[in-house]
C-alpha cells in the first residue's frame, strides 16, 4: 500500500511546491512510511509541470521506491494489490509488474484491457510522457482512496492525493468517483488553460445498456460535483473498461419470500445449533454453502499470503516460534463476519504465526450498561458507545488496563465468546485478543488531531462513528491476556482484514429489514443493488484512508471479484430469507460459514 500524489499546474504564477500543502504531505508519508520520494516534470515549452509524490508500505517482493519512471520518461504511481489477472511472482513487486504491462500499452483500449484484467484494490496515477497524456483512477468497487481537488480557472491547477486535510475554506476535496478511468492531455488544458477530463466507464461484458445510456448516466453523476469550468467529456471512441465482476441476478420467483407488511418484529433472536442443522438438510442450500465457503476461503488465502514475511535482517533466518509475530490483524467483533474470516485465515497463516484481533470498546456509563441488557440495538452500522466522564472509571488501571465494566460493550462481550470459539478451533494457534480500550479523553483529541482529517472529505456523523472506531482498532495498541493477566500490546502486523461487504450484499443490516417489511424482495433487492453502487463513495475510501494512517494496508476479503460474482449470481432469496430469525435470516449463506465452528458450540449462539 502506498500514499501517492501528483500536482499538475498549467502556465501558472505560483510554483508548483506552493500547491502540496505540508499537512498532506505529513498524511501521505503516515500512509508509505518505508520510503518518500518525489519527481518533478515540466514540458520541454513550459506549458505545463508535474510534481509526482510516492510513498510506500513494503509488503510485496523487493522494496520499490516511488514514484517510478521508465527510460521514455512514463511515470507511475500505485497503490494496489494484484490478487490476479496478471501474474506476480512472489519476489516480484506488483508495481513494477503492472509499469511493465503498461509500458507495453500502444493505445488507449491496451491501457483498458490492462486494468480490466486487474483482480484485486487499486488506485493508480500515471503520467504518459509521449502523448502528454495524464491517466488516473480507481478499481471498480473504490477500495484504495483518491482524491482530487481543482483550483480556480486563474491558477489551472489541479491535485490527486490518497489522503487530504479537513479544510473549511477554499476549494473543497472531492472523492474521485469509482466510475471508470480518467485521462487528461496536458498538452491541449494548457494550451486552452482550461481542464477537460475524459472518461472511460466500467461496462458489464454482458450489459443490456447501449454504450452511449452509460455515458450519460456516468456523466450526469460525475459533472454534478465538479466545479463549472471543469468538464467531463466521453472518450471519442466510446471505450469502456470492462467490469470485473457480473451483474447482480434480479430474478425473484412468487413463491419466495413474503409480502410487503409481512410481520418479522416477534422472530426469535436466539440461534440454537439445531436450528441451523435443520436449515442445513437441505441439500441445494448445503451445496451453496460449500460453494461459498471455498470461493471466500480463496479470497482470504490469498490476502493472508500475499504479504512478505520478515527474516532477520543479519541472519536471514525465519524468527524462532516463539519469537515470531503476526502480519495479519482482523477488526474483530467476535461477530459473524469477523470470525469467519479470522477463522479462515487461520487455514492460511502459517504454523506458529499469531493472528491479532483488534477488539475496540469506547468508554460506556455504568447506568447505561445496565440499562443495555435490555436494549435492542438498530442500528449496527454506528457501533460506537459514546462515552462518559473519566471518573465512572476510578478503578482503571492503566499500567495494567485490568478489565473493567465501563468498557464491556456489546462487542467486546461477543468478541470475548468469539475468541473461545476460535481457541476452541485450533487451539495451538496464538490467537492475541487485543482489548483496545479508549477514554473520552482520547476520542476527543485523536478526533481533532487526525480522525477528522481522515474521514474528510465525508463529514456525517456516521462517518465520524465509524471511522473513530475503526482508526482506534485498526492501530492496534491495547492490552493481551498473558497467563491470565493483562499486559499492554501494540499489534506489529501490516495487513488488517475486514468484514465489510457482507452485510452489503447478504442483507445483515436492520435498515434491509425494515425495506423488506415495507415493500418484501422487490425493494430488498433494489435496495442492495443500491449497496454495492454506492460502496466505494460512502464506505471504502473512508475506510482506506483510516487504516493506512497507521501504516497499514486494509484487505477485503468479502469484497473479492470472485466471492462478489458468485453472491451476484445467486437469486436475491437464496441471499436472504428474512422471515428467518435474523442470522440465518440476514445472512442466509454466511451464517453458514461457522458450521465447523458450531459443532464446536453445545448451547445457543446469540445473534447481534
Known amino acids: 500500500m502506498c500514499g501517492i500524489c501528483c500536482v499538475v499546474t498549467l502556465r501558472s504564477q505560483h510554483a508548483i511546491h506552493d500547491f502540496l500543502n505540508e499537512d498532506i504531505l505529513c498524511r501521505l508519508k503516515r500512509r508509505g512510511p518505508d520510503s518518500s520520494q518525489q519527481l518533478i516534470k ?33 511515470i507511475f504511481l ?53 502523448r502528454h497524456s495524464l491517466w488516473f483512477g480507481r478499481d471498480y468497487f473504490g477500495r484504495r482512496s483518491l482524491l482530487w481537488q481543482f483550483s480556480n480557472e486563474v491558477d489551472s491547477a489541479f491535485c490527486l492525493t490518497s489522503v487530504s486535510v479537513y479544510s473549511k475554506a477554499g476549494n473543497q476535496w472531492q472523492e474521485v468517483p469509482a466510475s471508470g478511468i480518467f485521462k487528461i492531455d496536458l498538452k491541449a488544458c494548457a494550451t486552452t488553460k482550461s481542464l477537460s477530463l475524459k472518461l472511460f466507464p466500467w461496462k458489464y461484458s454482458c450489459t443490456e445498456k447501449a454504450v452511449e445510456e452509460i455515458f450519460v448516466n456516468v456523466l450526469d453523476q460525475v459533472s454534478k460535483d465538479l466545479p463549472n469550468h471543469i468538464t467531463v467529456m466521453m472518450n471519442e471512441s466510446k471505450l469502456c473498461l470492462r467490469a470485473p465482476v457480473i451483474p447482480l441476478n434480479k430474478t425473484i420467483s412468487e413463491a419466495s419470500g413474503e409480502c410487503p407488511g409481512t410481520n418479522i418484529s416477534n422472530i426469535n433472536h436466539m440461534v440454537s445449533v439445531e ?68 477463522a479462515l485465515a487461520d487455514k492460511h497463516v502459517p504454523v506458529g504465526e499469531p493472528i491479532d484481533l483488534l477488539n475496540v470498546a469506547f468508554m460506556i456509563k455504568e447506568q447505561a450498561k445496565q440499562k443495555g441488557t435490555t436494549k435492542k440495538h438498530t442500528n449496527r452500522d454506528v457501533q460506537l458507545d459514546l462515552c462518559c466522564p473519566q471518573e465512572c472509571c476510578k478503578d482503571l488501571d492503566a499500567k495494567t488496563g485490568a478489565r473493567l ?88 502486523a501490516k495487513v488488517v482484514l475486514t468484514g465489510i461487504g457482507a452485510d452489503e450484499q447478504l442483507a445483515g443490516y436492520s435498515r434491509h429489514r425494515v425495506c423488506f417489511k415495507k415493500y418484501g424482495l422487490e425493494g430488498l433487492k433494489k435496495e442492495l443493488e443500491m449497496e454495492l453502487d454506492r460502496i466505494s463513495s460512502r464506505n471504502l475510501g473512508r475506510d482506506d484512508r483510516i487504516i493506512g494512517d497507521h501504516g497499514k494496508e486494509a484487505r477485503f476479503p468479502f469484497l ?33 460459514k461457522l458450521e465447523n465452528i458450531l459443532e464446536e458450540c453445545s448451547g445457543p449462539i446469540s445473534v447481534p
Open 42 to 74: 515540466a514540458a520541454s515549452d513550459l506549458s505545463y509541470e508535474c510534481l509526482f509524490s510516492g510513498h510506500v508500505l513494503h509488503l510485496r517482493g523487493l522494496m520499490t521506491p516511488q514514484p517510478l519512471e521508465d527510460a521514455n520518461n512514463n
Open 78 to 130: 500505485w497503490n494496489g494489490e494484484i490478487f490476479d489477472g496478471v501474474h506476480v511472482g512472489d519476489l516480484e513487486n506488483d508495481t513494477e509488474v503492472v509499469f511493465h504491462h503498461l509500458a507495453l500499452c500502444s493505445s488507449e483500449a491496451d491501457i483498458l484491457s490492462l486494468f480490466s484484467s486487474l483482480r484485486g484494490p487499486w488506485s493508480f496515477i500515471y503520467y504518459q510522457a509521449s
Open 275 to 342: 436450528t441451523l442443522q435443520g436449515f442445513l438438510a437441505e441439500e441445494q442450500k448445503k451445496k451453496l454453502v460449500h460453494q461459498f465457503i471455498d470461493v471466500l476461503n480463496e479470497a482470504v488465502k490469498r490476502r493472508v499470503l500475499s504479504l512478505f514475511r520478515d527474516e532477520d535482517q543479519e541472519t536471514r533466518e525465519v524468527p524462532s516460534m516463539s519469537n515470531r509475530k503476526a502480519h495479519i490483524a482482523v477488526l474483530f467483533s467476535g461477530g459473524i463476519d469477523s470470525m469467519v474470516i479470522a
Open 405 to 492: 465494566s465501563c468498557f464491556d460493550v456489546p462487542d467486546r462481550i461477543t468478541g470475548r465468546a468469539g475468541l473461545k470459539e476460535l481457541e476452541a478451533i485450533n487451539p495451538s494457534r496464538t490467537w492475541n485478543f487485543v482489548e483496545i480500550n479508549v477514554t473520552l479523553e482520547e476520542l476527543k483529541k485523536m478526533r481533532q488531531q487526525c480522525i477528522n482529517h481522515l474521514i474528510y472529505p465525508l463529514d456525517t456523523v456516521l462517518d465520524d462513528s465509524i471511522g473513530c472506531a475503526i482508526w482506534f482498532a485498526s492501530r492496534g495498541e491495547g492490552f493481551i491476556s498473558n497467563q491470565g493477566e493483562l499486559k499492554p500490546y501494540k499489534s506489529p
Open 560 to 592: 473479492d471479484e470472485d466471492i462478489v460474482s458468485f453472491l451476484n449470481s445467486l437469486p436475491i432469496s437464496e441471499k436472504a430469507d428474512l422471515t428467518l430469525p435474523r442470522g440465518i435470516a440476514s445472512l442466509s449463506i454466511v451464517f453458514q
